[in-house]
């Protein structure tokens, strides 16, 4: 492998990993990289051999978080996983102490001209809070930095939940956006995607700006949210007669919601509807459609049911809006689902 | 749950299945089906807790042997995994003695009529060999005396490999065909589906007549067997320039080939190939293009690289395709991927 594999955007802090490799005296590491950086994996595999004879095994099964660590590359005779691009998450349960390393990777863009691009739509709006995913967190300084020369006033928020860094979301956290709602009028998302700002929209009920640093575009998210709420509330209606219900329980180690599965299973029961408890480890629309019920409810990654809407042909609710099928919580109770 | 959702064509033996539930004093048990009978799973689990009270939690995840264990789902709190339609594999290391019941399960299915049909175009061939699938292996002694009632000899094969009843064959293990092919003039195939008869064929170098009972037709596979060889001839030759190869590694409990993964890279590299080791739960079109080498070989399940050929867009060899294009193997020489 040459380093002309390697992205050009991110460094993979190699040389740092390889301290730790010898520290931890690991002969093989499983290497396990985000979606969009799996191709970097044979280039990050060759650098490891060269830099400290480290062999390597890696993870080709998708990966959307550090909820999902390759626990399975110990069983290939690996000592040490290495996780990029994800923090680790505070207080998961890794279980039997895992060996597993969280490498967070920068991307090198520059936030800055994507910033001042929003600050002009921003102008007058009062308040605004700064959030982003963790490839971005870094650049959150410049972030604020720009918009206070645009004479804004920028918030940070702390973070809590499932996030480490001031600022940062997650799909499943974003304890950064509402622990500062209140102080805020509107919040500026830095990065990529719609899922995140849209988590933000709909955890905090404010307004939500995207600015985009890779295409340097800024769009505002008010009709997706009302697009996805129509979305939300449909799936609640066309689950109501539904007789056979799964309650998914995920079985990645940062996504398994047992407890909640158990009770949402328990309650369906007590309600008079058929429901059993169904793990998965990856929801796709194959299994959905083998297992043949007629509405699912799914307590992994929040994002899972959002997202994905269109891939399942059944409904597929959020432990909230069971509730509100169940006539346990109101429509105007609406909350959007979170690990805590 | 009802009766009414069982299926008409299974009996899936669930007072003995209770009794091992209550022997293993399990509370709450893990119930893994194969994909075609993972829609009877909701039923299964109500059918459990009315007989003897033991709660479930079904796997989703795509099913398809012994080899896959849904292990998770001892982390789902379950005490035994009750794994329904397959036969357990000998000698498969299952770790931490893993608590796992396999439940043989057997198509309801005549074989006669079909062995009717198929002996008429078998007559004359010589002594035919019999082979089927672990659901048709009760109804085998049915196939033989139909063929004998029309004048034919017939022959079963001895276990071997992975399989445990006579005649039986895997998608991973021929031996009950190889080990009688010098005795016999053709194969007569019981059941559905294409691989399972294409790999007698490629494994024991005989022709293959199909008798499906399921829609009651007969059908040769030679045309079938020539196509499959030219397509692995050309993913032979089309992997010959490739500069990035992954050699695959499965982590499922019984798809596990580390050695061998980790001999072919090493052969790869002394032959001045590029090449590194990749670990897949399921190998997916879109896991092996975010991973973006220019060629695979696989030490999975041997029906992954074969009946999967037209969903990569890049080649994926077997270990012995593998060995032809190093120039390790004549083409002449071409066998049939097996576990042993």
Aim: with cysteine; charged share 25%.
């Amino acid at each position: 492998m040459t380093d002309s594999h390697f992205s050009d955007e991110y460094d993979f802090r190699l040389e740092e990993v390889c301290a730790k490799i010898e520290r931890a005296g690991a002969a093989r590491v499983g290497i396990q990289l985000p979606e969009g950086l799996k191709r970097h994996g044979p280039a990050v595999a060759g650098r490891l051999r060269e830099l400290c004879g480290a062999e390597s095994v890696i993870s080709g099964d998708p990966c959307y978080g550090a909820c999902d660590p390759a626990l399975d590359l110990l069983d290939m005779g690996c000592d040490l996983i290495v996780n990029f691009g994800h923090a680790e998450l505070p207080g998961m349960p890794i279980e039997s102490d895992a060996p597993v390393l969280f490498v967070e990777l920068a991307a090198g863009v520059d936030v800055a001209p994507v910033t001042r691009k929003a600050a002009v739509r921003l102008a007058g709006k009062g308040t605004v809070g700064l959030v982003t995913t963790i490839q971005h967190v870094a650049a959150l300084p410049v972030a604020v930095r720009t918009l206070e020369e645009a004479g804004l006033k920028a918030r940070v928020g702390e973070p809590g939940g499932r996030a480490v860094h001031p600022g940062q979301v997650l799909g499943c956290s974003f304890r950064a956006a509402t622990s500062i709602a209140d102080e805020v009028s509107v919040f500026l998302f830095i990065g990529s995607g719609h899922f995140h700002p849209l988590g933000v929209a709909l955890a905090s009920g404010k307004d939500v700006v995207v600015a985009d640093p890779y295409v340097g575009e800024v769009v505002e998210i008010n009709d997706l949210r009302e697009r996805i709420l129509r979305q939300r509330h449909a799936a609640i209606t066309r689950a109501g007669d539904a007789a056979d219900i799964g309650i998914i329980v995920g079985t990645k180690p940062g996504q398994r919601r047992l407890k909640l599965a158990l009770k949402l299973e328990s309650m369906a029961r007590e309600k008079g509807r058929r429901a059993c408890t169904i793990a998965l480890k990856e929801m796709t629309g194959d299994a959905l459609e083998n297992l043949g019920l007629d509405a699912y409810v799914s307590t992994l990654c929040p994002r899972a049911a959002i997202d994905d809407y269109f891939r399942f042909k059944v409904p597929v609710l959020t432990p909230q809006e069971f509730e509100i099928l169940l006539g346990e919580r109101d429509w105007e109770d609406y909350v959007f689902d979170e690990f805590h």
